[in-house]
C-alpha cells in the first residue's frame, strides 16, 4: 500500500509539473526557437528563475538535514573540478538535443500527454538511451 501512495504521489507531482510546464510555454517550440535566436528573454527568466528556486532549495536542504522519504539524510556530494570535459560534452549533448527536438526530457511527457502524439518517437528513443545506459553503465568512465 505504502508503494502505491509514493507512486500516486510522484504521479500528481508530475502531472502539476506538466501542467505548469504547458501554463508557462516552456514547451513551446516556439518559445525555444525564439531562445536559441535570442529574440526573446521569456525562457531565459524561467531558466533563471529555477538556478534561483534550485539555490534556494539546496541550502534548505543542506541547513535543516532534510530527510527523504525514507528517513535517510539527502546528501550531495561535491563535484569532483577535474571532470570539467565531461560537463562540457554531457551539457553540449543535452543543448544540441533540445535544439533539434526543440523540448528537454520534462517538456517531453507534458508534450506527449498534451497530445502532441508525435513525441512518442523522442519519448521512446530517451526510455531506450537510458535502458542502453543502464546496461553499459558499468563500462562507461564516469
Not at 510555454?25 to 525562457?43: A, K, L, Y
Not at 506527449?112 to 558499468?138: E, F, K, N, Q, W
Amino acid at each position: 500500500m505504502k508503494v502505491i501512495k509514493e507512486y500516486l504521489l510522484y504521479l500528481i507531482i508530475g502531472t502539476l509539473f506538466g501542467f505548469v510546464l504547458i501554463k508557462s510555454e516552456v514547451v513551446s517550440w516556439f518559445r525555444i526557437q525564439e531562445m536559441f535566436r535570442f529574440d526573446d528573454i521569456h525562457m531565459y527568466g524561467i531558466i533563471g528563475l529555477a538556478i534561483i528556486v534550485g539555490m534556494i532549495s539546496v541550502q534548505l536542504i543542506k541547513r535543516f538535514n532534510v530527510k527523504d522519504m525514507d528517513g535517510n539524510p539527502i546528501t550531495i556530494p561535491p563535484k569532483d573540478p577535474g571532470q570539467k570535459t565531461r560537463y562540457i560534452i554531457g551539457g553540449s549533448m543535452f543543448g544540441l538535443g533540445w535544439a533539434l527536438l526543440g523540448a528537454c526530457p520534462g517538456p517531453m511527457f507534458a508534450l506527449l500527454g498534451s497530445g502532441l502524439t508525435i513525441m512518442i518517437i523522442p519519448v521512446l528513443a530517451a526510455m531506450a538511451g537510458t535502458y542502453t545506459y543502464g546496461i553499459l553503465r558499468d563500462k562507461l568512465p564516469h
